[in-house]
Each structure stands twice: as structure tokens, then as C-alpha cells.
T-cell receptor, first 112, second 112 residues
């Protein structure tokens, strides 16, 4: 079945450092891929998404490119801020199932 | 626009007690979902619904029941709570499959 594997955390970075969180997936067909972010005490919210191969999702300085050949959707940001401290989830949806599959989550802490 | 709301925010139960978690959305979404979030395991789907009057099992349905009598509401029931059901429960909704899911703020449940 469909599944997502993402880089284990926690990840601790200094402010303005470069961030990469790896995510790979297993799926039949062409799923949609997502990154969600969860701030402390809150629900998940969409950070970015891509719905077909080679699409790049971007938001708030974060980017991820849908790579069909490597089945990956790695999250990157060139310069992290303290306010980016959160848990990040990679996820995929469809096309052969009705639910969304999530990775285990990666906790990011950014220190000033 | 409240989005997705969940009640209660926090609850403590004794083993064997029952309770119902309520999820409501005001976005006219067809799809609704219940997840549980446990440390190191990401989100796991309990049950979902593809429209009013429909429900289906997800990845971890045992010990839970659901109902979707109205399009905007999705109820999650625990008939006889067990300590293994201690978790944070999230409700989500989406307009169509493979599209962005919108999450509620979560319900923290402790079963003693």
C-alpha cells in the first residue's frame, strides 16, 4: 500500500542555517504530495503541496519538488528562523485510496 | 469561517467509560477524517467518511465507531475506553480526495 518515510528527528539548527528534511514515498500511480506543519499545541496546517511530477510547491520560503524518478519530496529552506520551530509531516494522498498517509514527523528546533 | 472545530479540547476517562468526540466543519466539505497522533508514529487514520451517511474504516479502527448523520458533523465514539486509546485525536476535512485536508485543533484524551 501507499506509505511515506521521512527523516527522523529531532533536528536542531541555528538561525539562518539551511534546512533539508528528507521524504520518500511508495505509491501506485500518481499521488499528490504534501508537507504539513504543526506548531506546539495546534493542529496540522498545510505548508505546501505538489500534485504531479516535477511540480515545485513553495510557501513561506520553504520548497519541495515532486521527483517521480527518485520517489522523493524533500523539504528545503535556505535560511531558517526561530519561528520555524515546529513538527513537519510529509504526506501523500491517492490516487487509489481515500485517505492520506503521513510520515512519522520531524521535529525542528531553531536556536537564535 | 470557523473552519474545523473539535469538542472537547481535553478529557480524562476511566477504563471502561464511554465518550463521544464531536467534529464540525463549515466549509461544505464532502470528506471527513478522524486521526490519532501518538509520539513517533505520525498520524494514523481511524475512520473516514466520503459523504453524509457514509463511513469507512481506516488503518486503526478497532475500539472506535463513527457516524456522519449531517454533512457538517463527524462523531467519533469510544464505547469502552482503554489506556491504549490515550492519544491526541484530530479531525480533518477536505472537499475532494487527494486535496488538502484542513485540521481541527485536536482533542487530548487520557484514559486511566
Amino acid at each position: 500500500g501507499n506509505s511515506v518515510t521521512q527523516m527522523e528527528g529531532p533536528v536542531t539548527l541555528s538561525e539562518e542555517a539551511f534546512l533539508t528534511i528528507n521524504c520518500t514515498y511508495t505509491a501506485t500511480g500518481y499521488p499528490s504530495l504534501f508537507w504539513y506543519v504543526q506548531y506546539p499545541g495546534e493542529g496540522l496546517q498545510l505548508l505546501l503541496k505538489a500534485t504531479k511530477a516535477d511540480d515545485k510547491g513553495s510557501n513561506k520560503g520553504f520548497e519541495a519538488t515532486y521527483r517521480k524518478e527518485t520517489t522523493s519530496f524533500h523539504l528545503e529552506k535556505g535560511s531558517v528562523q526561530v519561528s520555524d520551530s515546529a513538527v513537519y509531516f510529509c504526506a501523500l494522498s491517492g490516487p487509489n485510496n481515500n485517505d492520506m498517509r503521513f510520515g512519522a514527523g520531524t521535529r525542528l528546533t531553531v536556536k537564535p | 469561517n470557523a473552519g474545523v472545530t473539535q469538542t472537547p479540547k481535553f478529557r480524562v476517562l476511566k477504563t471502561g467509560q464511554s465518550m463521544t468526540l464531536l467534529c464540525a466543519q463549515d466549509m461544505n466539505h464532502e470528506y471527513m477524517y478522524w486521526y490519532r497522533q501518538d509520539p513517533g508514529m505520525g498520524l494514523r487514520l481511524i475512520h473516514y467518511s466520503v459523504g453524509e451517511g457514509t463511513t469507512a474504516k481506516g488503518e486503526v479502527p478497532d475500539g472506535y465507531n463513527v457516524s456522519r448523520l449531517k454533512k457538517q458533523n463527524f462523531l467519533l465514539g469510544l464505547e469502552s475506553a482503554a489506556p491504549s486509546q490515550t492519544s491526541v485525536y484530530f479531525c480533518a476535512s477536505s472537499y475532494v480526495q487527494q486535496e488538502t485536508q484542513y485540521f481541527g485543533p485536536g482533542t487530548r484524551l487520557l484514559v486511566l
